[in-house]
């Protein structure tokens, strides 16, 4: 059983002049469990548009979208999302951010503290528990929006541009790191991106969006050998 599957999913968006907007047309997907997807394509291509209805944050138009062989009718805590510039607390330190969807949904921190910590671990922030925000770099305050978007364990992990803000190099390691994260933490990743080249260095399936708005035009399976 596919972990997504969209059928026949469309979007349209009626602007507050009254024009339509149609940002997805048709979009039919199957992803495996365990995958990692790259959607990429040109800016209004209708990525973004993709991955917040698959956040459940969005409302479609028409169509079928699932996860796990259940209809997304809203947020869940299955998924875990990531946006391009991490919204952080700035008076959390790292762990408190961390937990924070726990702490919204007032659950026990001391059920999932551990697990906390062991995924700052995972993303290399072991001893930064109790920085603020304002003392990490910026791609050390997107490892702590990745490791708060994975602290409900999700079986999916949306990233919408989730390094477009940081410099090339700091990119290039965090693609990495987001590799291994992913190796050994076995998420299915679905991330959004506007590079071809980073597209296919991630994946193994890339899905190419149409610059005709809100198509898929291809989707390509990839096998490189991992770096
Ligand atoms: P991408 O992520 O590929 O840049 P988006 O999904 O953000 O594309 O947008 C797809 C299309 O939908 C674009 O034409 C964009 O302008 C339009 N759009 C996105 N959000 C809205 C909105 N809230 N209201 C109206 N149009 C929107
Ligand atoms: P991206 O291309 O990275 O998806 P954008 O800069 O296109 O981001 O859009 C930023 C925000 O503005 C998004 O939340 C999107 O939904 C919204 N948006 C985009 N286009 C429109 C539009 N034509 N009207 C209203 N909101 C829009």
Known sequence: QPLISTRALN?????QTGEDVVALRDVSLDIAPGAFVTVVGPSGCGKSTLLKILAGI???SSGEVSLA???IDGPSR????????????PWRNVLQNVLLPIDIQRLKRADHEGRARALLKLVGLAGFE?????????GMQQRVGITRALVHDPDLLLMDEPFGALDAMTRESMNLE????????????????HSIPEAVFLADKVVVM??????????IDVDLPRP
């Open 210 to 219: 149409s610059p005709r708005p809100g198509r898929i035009s291809e989707i």
């Open 78 to 89: 299955n998924v875990g999302v990531v946006f391009q510039a991490p919204v952080l607390l």
């Open 58 to 60: 969005l409302a479609r």
């Open 130 to 138: 109790n920085k603020y925000p304002s003392e990490l770099s910026g």
């Open 11 to 15: 979007k349209i968006y009626r602007t």
């Open 69 to 71: 062989g259940r209809p």
């Open 178 to 193: 987001l590799l291994r994260i992913w190796e050994e933490s076995r998420k299915t990743v679905m991330l959004v991106t």
